[in-house]
């Protein structure tokens, strides 16, 4: 794959993320899922406390740990 930098809408689609995210090593996904993680206990370190989160949308699922 070459890397290169685009600014065209067309690059922005599901399709080319899905593409773009299965390029990347085991260890780049877990480093992505990590920096994610960080992102979300920074900006809310209290979700960790909440018992029940709603999905934000149809599209996304919640696991919870029971």
Known sequence: MI??????????SLEAKAIWF???SLEERM???VAFTNL???????????KYVRPASDTVRVISKE
Request: charged share 30%; aromatic share 4%; hydrophobic share 30%.
């Open 22 to 24: 299965q390029s990347l």
């Open 40 to 50: 979300i206990l920074e900006n809310n370190p209290d979700i960790v406390k909440q």
């Open 31 to 33: 480093d992505l899922f």
């Open 3 to 12: 890397e290169t930098v685009s600014h065209e809408r067309s690059q922005e």
